[in-house]
């Protein structure tokens, strides 16, 4: 139920996207407490960005989990800006994470909801 969509202005090779997936899949799991079967992570084509009027490397982030309590969020947000500095290079002052916990009767799965 976890869902992690990254997007980036900076390309991605093959190899790098799938151990960057791989890892923040991992690290969403970890940090919510639950299964990784459930976490589904997504990383957009090379996006055309700008932050802080430049277009320096920078990240954007959406976090979307039933259950997200505001608690987890100071955590997550270390933990996913960590995982974006180390797998791209891109600097922590550079990425913003959105957080939105989701309603369990909102969210589909299975030829039913949550």
């Not at 190899?15 to 960057?20: G, I, M, N, Q, S």
């Not at 991992?26 to 932050?51: C, D, I, N, T, W």
């Not at 802080?52 to 969020?73: D, F, V």
């Amino acid at each position: 139920m976890p869902y992690l969509k990254i997007q980036s202005n900076i390309a991605i090779d093959d190899t790098a996207t799938a151990r960057l997936l791989a890892e923040a899949s991992k690290r969403v799991a970890h940090e919510l407490g639950k299964p990784e079967s459930y976490v589904m992570v997504a990383l957009e084509p090379p996006q055309s960005m700008l932050f802080a009027g430049s277009n320096a490397p920078l990240a954007y982030l959406e976090l979307k989990s039933i259950g997200l309590t505001e608690s987890k969020t100071p955590a997550l947000s270390a933990a996913l800006c960590n995982l974006i500095e180390e797998q791209l290079a891109i600097p922590t002052a550079r990425i913003y994470i959105e957080f939105v916990d989701a309603p369990r009767a909102m969210w589909g799965w299975d030829n039913g909801t949550f």
